[in-house]
């Protein structure tokens, strides 16, 4: 393998001289590569990137990403990201999007379906908000029986068993192509 192969976590750059580019993350002092791939130093425009035959797929600050739940915590709930801007990613990144000052018991439960935006990238992990009227939760199913819901104002309603749900509901709730695949 080539001095130029580097693997993901490894030193590229010192962010003094070089920003992350493509595939790869500031972690506050250094440039590091995210994916494996081959070392890409831009001198002109003074960037340090990875090429990858497949492109790896991260969301960079301010991009509007769909996902699903993977893990819901007391503050914060971990998203496997599907989508970045409306186009597709096969990567599996995941981000992280903070609960804690928003005001809804259940904010988002595992495998729902939510859309964020990507808020900053800090030591290796991807953040995200979700307080935005468009952000929040996109297609859920019943966590009692399974069965489809509706939305009613900040809550969602069984069609089949009548239980009520308290989620952060994106003002898109219902509305997008992903609800025929995941049914």
Do not use: Q
């Not at 002092?29 to 090429?51: C, F, L, P, Q, W």
């Not at 992280?96 to 809804?104: A, H």
């Not at 953040?127 to 819901?149: D, M, Q, S």
């Amino acid at each position: 393998m080539s001095e130029n192969y580097v693997f993901p976590g490894e030193k590229i750059a010192s962010i003094e001289e070089y920003e992350a580019g493509f595939n790869t993350f500031d972690d506050g002092d250094m440039v590091r590569a995210a994916t494996v791939g081959e070392k890409d130093i831009d001198k002109e425009n003074r960037t340090a990137s990875i090429k990858h035959p497949k492109m790896l797929s991260i969301p960079k600050v301010g991009d509007i990403i769909i996902g699903t739940v993977a893990a819901v915590m007391s503050s914060m709930i971990a998203v496997s990201i599907d989508y970045i801007n409306g186009k597709p990613t096969t990567s599996k990144v995941e981000c992280v999007c903070s609960t804690r000052n928003l005001r809804i018991r259940n904010v988002a439960l595992t495998n729902d379906i939510v859309t964020l935006k990507i808020i900053s990238h800090l030591n290796g992990t991807i953040h995200a908000a979700i307080n935005e009227p468009n952000l929040g939760v996109l297609f859920t199913k019943c966590r009692k029986c399974g069965g489809k819901v509706v939305p009613m104002r900040d809550a969602i309603k069984c069609t089949e068993c009548a239980w009520i749900d308290e989620r952060k509901l994106s003002s898109n709730f219902g509305n997008g192509d992903f609800v025929n695949l995941r049914e």
